[in-house]
């Protein structure tokens, strides 16, 4: 299995900020990673796929980037509503397998 | 609109069985794979498995926690995904969530998701 590592565990930032969360997948995953947010209670949604690609509504304050085995999700100037966990997971190979997950908070 | 609800959760001693339900709404639903993703209390995000479309067969592939006890299926005329949980331990413990999958035959992006259903295994 394609193990997925991320950094920081958790951060604490401002309204305003710029937030930056790594994952490191432990073997060449080339585009294939999707970011997801999870608000306490609620189900995991869905923020960017293959990297660098956008959901359907959500705000582009919200970026992705990286290859192969280094990607980060940058979150430009931070909402009061982006307060939540953070996960990545790779999509390349069978089993889907997600990132421990990076915690926001104030 | 697209939705996904997970229904049949609930208290199960170790040992016995469960079955959770996924109805579906708003969305081609045969052609989709569906998957399942489930999250002990706590902790991070585990894939438990997925059903392919019947497209491709309709097969099922498992996360190796679970394999050979617990089984996926699908009622297309329905709209409904099904988790057959078997053998339950202590450590399935956890909220069990139903997601949809690919429609191309690519795997592994979960895009919309159910609000989750708890699944406690205790004596």
């Known amino acids: 299995d394609i193990q997925m590592t991320q950094s920081p565990s958790s951060v604490s930032a401002s309204l305003g900020d710029r937030v930056t969360i790594t994952c490191r997948a432990s073997?060449?995953?080339?585009?294939?990673l999707n970011w997801y947010q999870q608000k306490p209670g609620k189900a995991p949604k869905l923020l960017i796929f293959?990297?660098?690609n956008l959901q359907s509504g959500v705000p582009p304050r919200f970026r992705g980037s990286g290859s192969g085995t280094d990607f980060t999700l940058t979150i430009t100037s931070l909402q009061f509503e982006d307060f939540a966990t953070y996960f990545c997971q790779q999509s390349y190979s069978t089993p889907p397998t997600f990132g421990q997950g990076t915690k926001v908070d104030i | 609109e697209v939705q996904l609800v997970e229904s049949g959760g609930g208290w199960v001693q170790p040992g016995r069985s469960l079955r959770v339900s996924c109805s579906t709404s708003g969305f081609p639903f045969g052609d989709y794979a569906m998957s399942w993703v489930r999250q002990a209390p706590g902790k991070g995000l585990e894939w438990v498995g997925f059903?392919?479309?019947?497209?491709?067969?309709?097969?099922?592939e498992y996360g190796a926690s679970v394999k050979g006890r617990f089984t996926i299926s699908r009622d297309d005329s329905k709209t409904i995904a099904y988790l057959q949980m078997n053998s339950l331990k202590i450590e399935d413990t956890a909220v069990y969530y139903c997601?949809?999958?690919?429609?191309?035959?690519?795997?592994?992006?979960?895009?919309?998701w159910g609000q989750g259903t708890l699944v406690t295994v205790s004596p």
């Open positions: 293959d990297a660098s």
């Open positions: 073997h060449n995953i080339y585009k294939y």
């Open positions: 059903i392919r479309s019947k497209a491709y067969g309709e097969t099922a």
């Open positions: 997601a949809r999958d690919g429609g191309d035959g690519d795997y592994g992006t979960f895009d919309y």
